[in-house]
């Protein structure tokens, strides 16, 4: 059985993935609407009604349905602690900028199309990372944004300047 924070954390991405199809599919639904308000997609909420939530439920393709029901069939499946950190794991996401979960999506992305090898060897460095002393993390955290300064503040010159 894989470790609770791996889960923990997966169940993070997949309630994401749901909170974003369920704001993405609001937003087309109120457009076909003609309703002039417009979906905040900073606001992470299902429809209020049982009726709206039905319509959005049904304008779902039956793949994405089954998908959603997989995922929270799992999701049933945690103990109540994990459900917590989950939801506070969830909570500092919905308080990111909006600019900022854009930022945090497009990594994702790029590193879901890395080949898996290098997906694995990035995971094992990460778990490296946080198996270090706090003092080393934040000492190696800190040296990081200081040559990512640098790096901004002084690009490499170019072949034949």
């Known amino acids: 059985m894989k470790n609770p924070q791996h889960i923990l954390k997966y169940l993070l ?11 993405s599919y609001s937003a087309q639904a109120e457009e076909q609407e003609g ?17 709206e939530r039905k319509k959005l439920w049904d304008s779902l393709p039956e793949e ?19 459900r ?8 500092k996401w919905k308080k990111l900028p909006k600019e900022e979960r854009a930022r945090l999506k497009k990594r994702w992305r790029n590193f879901q199309q890395l080949p898996p090898e290098e997906r694995t ?13 706090k003092e080393e993390r934040q000492k190696r955290k800190a040296d990081f944004k200081k040559w990512r300064k640098n790096r901004k503040n002084n690009p490499k010159r170019t072949k034949g300047t």
């Open 35 to 51: 309703n002039s308000e417009a979906t905040n997609s900073s606001e992470f909420s299902v429809p209020a009604s049982k009726e």
């Open 84 to 91: 917590q950190q989950l939801k506070s794991k969830m909570q």
């Open 121 to 133: 060897r990035i995971k094992a460095k990460i778990q490296e990372f946080k198996k270090l002393p």
């Open 13 to 23: 991405r997949i309630f994401i993935l749901i909170t974003f199809v369920t704001v």
């Open 64 to 82: 994405k349905k089954e998908e959603l029901r997989k995922k929270f069939t799992r999701f049933k499946k945690l103990s109540p602690e994990q």
